[in-house]
């Protein structure tokens, strides 16, 4: 197709000279499993390629069925067994990682009644990866158990004021799920071959840097915080490949990927809730290696649920999403790393109707950036970010983009100030005295942790004290993109004047975040890893949380201790 053949053009040309000296023999061996690290669970993504690929050439980015560019460890999983005997290679894996996490914020209040509320849940999680290989052929499986918040989140009447009492009292879009039994994240079959593969079943999808697609895999790493706690799930028939390696050079790089899609859960959707989402997606990439890509992921989806019968909760939306990152510079004791995404949405939705406004108009944009400069034992971390926001939430026009609740920008202000005021929004906008009916959308007030409404940068350093012993913190600076409006309070106190959910006017400063961290790392056996992550922040809210009075609220301290074993 002309457009394909001149994307590609485009595609290569931004390659230029970095894609030059791609690795002209085959590709890799495939590797069994990626046993992770204990901030890290394990995932299962391998190379595609060739028997063995010479010693002194640069491999290609492997192609990651979930469109993910991710690095593979050099060795393999334990728990391999091989039929030596036969012409089939026959391998069983196992892996898997444990989670204890306990956090805490200081009270702080969730709407005008000003009464404080304390959030501090501790949360487990096991996960297994077990997969069994026949050849080109695979079955993989991941789920984990006794995962969620055990207690500390905000259902209990003693934590919370007198109308205040249960958790109805909350939206279900919370940054901390209540524990589960069972969560099966994978379970597909797979069959690959010299320079592409086919994936059908439940699967994790990941995108760039996870803006908009993320498989909730990977808790942060030393240098970023937060805790992942979800991971954007479906049912998916993929195919991936390679379609010019015969061509060599930089044609080797070129990777392309169509896979039709049933949601199951992700930050728009939720299969158990009766939503049915369903989407093509069409992505091409090129990867010199895993540290030097560019791509563009293509998505139309059309969702609906089951429970509604008058055309209400309908979404037609087309999206598109350039993501990339680049080693630009690399020695020794330095290097200097970019990476970027940006998303843009269009198209229609009732899931917000009104009578003025039976079809809503979406137009969003989200972006997301970060760079990373390594000197020795130091690193400098400069991320910055932007998601739209909605000016007037009454009109024909839905503008407010959410990044992934999986994709973490510090601790407390995006994560708990933000989200459990939102929770709280989102059931007073459907407080039966002020309309006799709930407003159509009202349950999707909850950002659950998304970065929404609202551009921020985040400047950090890191400091690695030993091999084992990493420092690091930084201050994070956030302003809204839009008034930070409560439509409770807009509506009844302010009368379509903005009021944000203290009953304050809201200015456009979200506030400074002072965040910390330190993290440990052991190695007691070659097979085990364990890692010790210990988190602090301290919220300075800015004027978009006044008061009625025109004071601030209070500051909002966090704290967060987590262990982690994998192997």
Same mark, same amino acid.
């Given at each position: ?115 404080p509320v304390t959030i501090a849940p501790l949360t487990t999680r096991v996960r297994v990866t077990p997969e069994v290989h026949l ?155 895993? #540290?030097?890509? %560019?791509?563009?992921?293509? /998505? $139309? !989806?059309?969702? *609906?649920?089951?429970?509604?019968? =008058? &055309? +209400?909760? @309908? ?48 137009? #969003?944009?989200? %972006?997301?950036?970060?760079? /990373? $400069? !390594?000197?020795? *034992?130091?690193?400098?971390?400069? =991320? &910055? +970010?932007? @998601? ?35 929770a709280r929004a989102a059931v007073r906008a459907s407080d039966p005295t002020l309309t006799g009916v709930a407003p159509e959308g ?43 409006a409560d439509p409770f309070n807009t509506r009844v106190v302010g009368g379509g004047v903005p009021v944000n959910a203290l009953g ?64």
């Amino acid at each position: 197709m002309p457009v394909v053949r001149a994307l590609t053009a485009l595609l290569l040309l931004a390659c230029g000279q970095a894609l030059a000296q791609t690795n002209e023999a085959g590709v890799l061996e495939p590797k069994a499993v990626n046993p992770g690290t204990a901030d890290a669970p394990p995932q299962v993504l391998r190379e595609l390629g060739p028997e063995v690929a010479p010693a002194a050439a640069q491999t290609p980015a492997p192609i990651q069925y979930d469109v993910a560019p991710v690095t593979l460890p050099a060795t393999p999983a334990t728990d391999e067994k091989k039929d030596e005997g036969s012409g089939w290679n026959v391998s069983a894996n196992l892996s898997g990682s444990l989670r204890a996490a306990y956090q805490g914020a200081t009270a702080f209040p969730l709407d005008s009644s000003l009464a404080p509320v304390t959030i501090a849940p501790l949360t487990t999680r096991v996960r297994v990866t077990p997969e069994v290989h026949l050849g080109g052929f695979a079955v993989i499986a991941e789920a984990d158990a006794a995962t969620g918040a055990i207690f500390g989140v905000p259902n209990l009447v003693a934590s919370l004021p007198t109308d205040f009492p249960t958790r109805s009292q909350l939206a279900s879009r919370v940054p901390y799920p209540a524990i589960t039994a069972l969560d099966l994240r994978k379970l597909y079959f797979e069959y690959k071959w010299a320079s592409g593969a086919f994936r059908v079943g439940q699967q994790t999808s990941n995108w760039g840097l996870g803006l908009l697609a993320n498989d909730g895999a990977k808790d942060p790493e030393a240098g970023d915080f937060g805790q992942q706690q979800f991971g954007n799930l479906t049912y998916r028939a993929l195919l991936v490949a390679r379609p010019f390696v015969g061509l060599g050079g930089a044609w080797r790089a070129f990777e392309t990927a169509i896979a039709a899609d049933l949601i199951v859960r992700d930050t728009n959707a939720d299969f158990s809730l009766g939503d049915r989402a369903f989407q093509g997606v069409l992505a091409l990439r090129l990867a010199k290696d895993p #540290e030097n890509t %560019l791509g563009v992921y293509a /998505v $139309y !989806r059309s969702q *609906r649920n089951i429970f509604v019968t =008058d &055309g +209400g909760k @309908a979404t037609d939306v087309f999206v598109l999403d350039v993501a990339g990152k680049w080693e630009l510079y690399k020695r020794r004791s330095r290097s200097f790393k970019v990476g970027f995404e940006a998303v843009g949405i269009t198209g229609t939705t009732t899931q917000a109707r009104t009578d003025v406004a039976p079809v809503a108009k979406v137009g #969003e944009f989200g %972006l997301a950036i970060k760079t /990373v $400069y !390594r000197i020795g *034992r130091g690193t400098i971390y400069l =991320d &910055g +970010g932007y @998601a739209s926001g909605d000016q007037n939430p009454a009109d024909d026009r839905i503008e407010g983009f959410k990044f992934d609740r999986d994709f973490k920008v510090g601790l407390v202000l995006f994560d708990h100030v933000l989200a459990y005021q939102s929770a709280r929004a989102a059931v007073r906008a459907s407080d039966p005295t002020l309309t006799g009916v709930a407003p159509e959308g009202a349950e999707l007030l909850g950002t659950g942790g998304s970065v929404t409404g609202a551009w921020y940068l985040f400047p950090r350093v890191k400091y690695g004290v030993t091999e084992w012993l990493d420092l690091y913190g930084g201050p994070l600076f956030a302003f809204s993109t839009a008034k930070l409006a409560d439509p409770f309070n807009t509506r009844v106190v302010g009368g379509g004047v903005p009021v944000n959910a203290l009953g304050g006017t809201p200015g456009r400063y979200l506030g400074t975040e002072i965040d910390l961290g330190v993290q440990a790392h052991f190695r007691p056996a070659p097979e085990l890893l364990f890692t010790v992550t210990g988190e602090g922040g301290l919220f300075l809210p800015g004027d978009a949380f006044s008061l009625p009075d025109g004071s601030l609220m209070p500051p909002v301290g966090f704290g967060r201790v987590r262990l982690a074993v994998s192997i």
